[in-house]
């Protein structure tokens, strides 16, 4: 009965041609001359290569970088990067930037060259006065530098430590994958730091984000001085607050009430 089964499948003619081992899935390959058997091309040969997995192995990268996109944009997505950011900020430009000291005109220049120096390392601190528009120069920075296809964030320290709180209790993203986009991102702007509410759990959350973006760019933006971010951060964040970082002190009026 079997025997009877088995006559009936009809199987090409085959010849081996070469083994070889391929370069692109290191695996030894057959590489074989096959006989048409049946059809309109019956008799024609054809070659076919019998234990390459390249192809396999091309699919399986694909469907996995379409994968980590998908994620990484609901990971982005999820921090509604215009929702977090006030209405009067949305329009913050380079034009609209009026510097009002020497100081601010300096921050405007520095702002520029930061952009056009970009290399995804260095940092910045913007340091001064409420309302000297620290916020609304990184958040320029931020607005060019995506245009350039560079990943950003922009968020103020309360909100961005609220965010991760929000994650241990329902949140349809794990504290893990936040901090793992927060991690990511090309520039990493936080905001306002010494606004946030001051626990042993928020100077140790922090530490760690900090830690993680070690090499990566950050901008930072204070009303403190450096005296008080030292006290408020504590020293080991404030050390990692200073690598690699350019501080912009920002001295001047607050720009909302210039026409008090
Ligand atoms: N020199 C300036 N020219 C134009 N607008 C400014 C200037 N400084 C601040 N602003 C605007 O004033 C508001 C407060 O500025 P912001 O960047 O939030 O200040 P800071 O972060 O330094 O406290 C924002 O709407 C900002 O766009
Ligand atoms: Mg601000
Ligand atoms: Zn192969």
């Given at each position: 009965m079997m025997e009877g089964v088995k006559r009936k499948v009809i199987q090409p003619d085959q010849r081996l041609i070469k083994t070889y081992l391929c370069k692109g899935c290191n695996r030894q390959v057959r590489q074989k001359e096959l006989t048409?058997?049946?059809?309109?091309?019956?008799?024609d040969k054809t070659i076919a290569n019998y234990g390459c997995i390249c192809e396999d192995i091309k699919l399986a990268e694909k469907t996995k970088r379409a994968r980590s996109r998908l994620k990484r944009n609901r990971l982005v997505n999820c921090f509604n990067y215009y929702s977090l950011i006030n209405h009067s900020l949305k329009q913050a430009t380079l034009e609209n930037y009026n510097p009002t000291s020497e100081d601010l005109r300096m921050a405007k220049q520095k702002a520029l060259g930061y952009i056009e120096s970009f290399n995804g390392e260095q940092n910045l601190l913007f340091t001064g006065d409420f309302g000297t528009g620290k916020s609304h120069l990184s958040i320029y920075i931020t607005k060019k530098l995506m245009e350039q296809d560079y990943n950003c964030l922009f968020l103020s320290l309360p909100k961005l430590l609220t965010k991760i709180k929000q994650t241990y209790n329902?949140?349809?993203?794990t504290e893990d994958e936040l901090l793992d986009v927060i991690q990511q991102v090309d520039l990493l702007v936080i905001d306002d730091i010494g606004s946030e509410q001051r626990t042993e759990w928020s100077v140790s959350k922090f530490f760690e984000i900090l830690d993680n973006r070690a090499g990566k760019a950050t901008i930072y933006t204070t009303n403190l001085n450096s005296a008080e971010l030292k006290q408020r951060v504590n020293e080991r964040n404030f050390s990692r607050i200073m690598e690699n970082t350019e501080v912009i002190v920002m001295k001047g009026e607050d720009y909302r009430r210039r026409n008090f």
């Open positions: 048409i058997p049946i059809g309109p091309y019956k008799g329902k949140s349809d993203i």
